[in-house]
């Protein structure tokens, strides 16, 4: 899935793309160079994307980036509600074409 999902990306023009198995190793990354923008998965393992992207916040990043969350959660109602509130830009269905 995360193979697809850069390749998506690619394809349609970004360069750049970088993406991570794991969610503590982009925070790690994301401290020495932040993105330009963030799409992050909201089911990840050992912490989910909105728990990630809260984490980024206390440490002082994603303040002003744009983010994206992808979810295959069958209702996203209330998910969407809190990543809005969370500064989340989308939340994007899976699957995604």
């Given at each position: 899935a995360l193979a697809h999902m850069r390749s998506i990306l690619e394809r349609a023009g970004l360069?750049?793309?970088?993406?991570?198995?794991n969610p503590f190793a982009a925070l790690e990354r994301f401290r020495v160079s932040p993105p330009g923008v963030l799409?992050?998965?909201y089911?990840?393992?050992?912490?989910?994307?909105?728990a990630l992207l809260k984490t980024m916040q206390n440490n002082g990043l994603?303040?002003?980036?744009?983010?994206?969350?992808v979810?295959?959660?069958?209702?996203?109602?209330?998910?969407?509600?809190?990543?809005?509130?969370?500064?989340?830009v989308d939340v994007i269905r899976k699957p995604v074409n």
């Open positions: 360069s750049n793309v970088e993406s991570f198995e799409l992050l998965d089911l990840m393992p050992a912490i989910d994307g909105l994603g303040q002003r980036l744009p983010v994206l969350l979810s295959g959660m069958p209702d996203a109602e209330a998910l969407k509600v809190l990543a809005y509130r969370q500064g989340v």
